[in-house]
């Protein structure tokens, strides 16, 4: 069984920048690929960004892109989602979510664990 642990949220001022981690244990992590998704409330979970299984292919959102980036660390058994330039619309409860594939996918359903969530609140 897979876990997966998302910290690094909190409040940051429009334009500032938070970086997101999120841990996993119980799995062979280099085995995943890897996706951010972020829930504001009334809305639905949307696709941030996804990392393939061996880290050369990698997505984005329409808006997200040039300010979020992407990145794991195998050896820690972590995935990072840094994001810059940040605006009050970027606000939200953001998820990891992994699975036991090569490749990343947008659809929430293709995912087979999922951490709890971590707040990122802007102000304006």
């Known amino acids: 069984q897979v876990r997966l642990v998302e910290s690094g949220g909190g409040l940051v001022q429009a334009g500032g920048s938070l970086r997101l981690s999120c841990a996993a244990s119980g799995g062979t992590f280099s085995r995943f690929a890897l996706g951010w998704f972020r829930q504001a409330p009334g809305e639905e979970r949307e696709f941030v960004s996804g990392?393939?299984?061996?880290?050369?292919?990698?997505e984005y959102e329409e808006s997200v892109k040039g300010r979020f980036t992407i990145s794991k660390d195998n050896a820690k058994k972590t995935v990072y989602l840094q994001m810059n330039s940040l605006k009050p619309e970027d606000a939200a409860v953001y998820y990891c979510?992994?699975?036991?594939?090569?490749?990343?996918?947008?659809?929430?359903?293709?995912?087979?664990?999922w951490g709890q969530g971590t707040q990122v609140t802007v102000a304006s």
């Open positions: 979510a992994a699975r036991p594939t090569i490749l990343t996918d947008y659809d929430i359903r293709r995912y087979e664990y």
């Open positions: 990392i393939s299984r061996n880290g050369g292919h990698i």
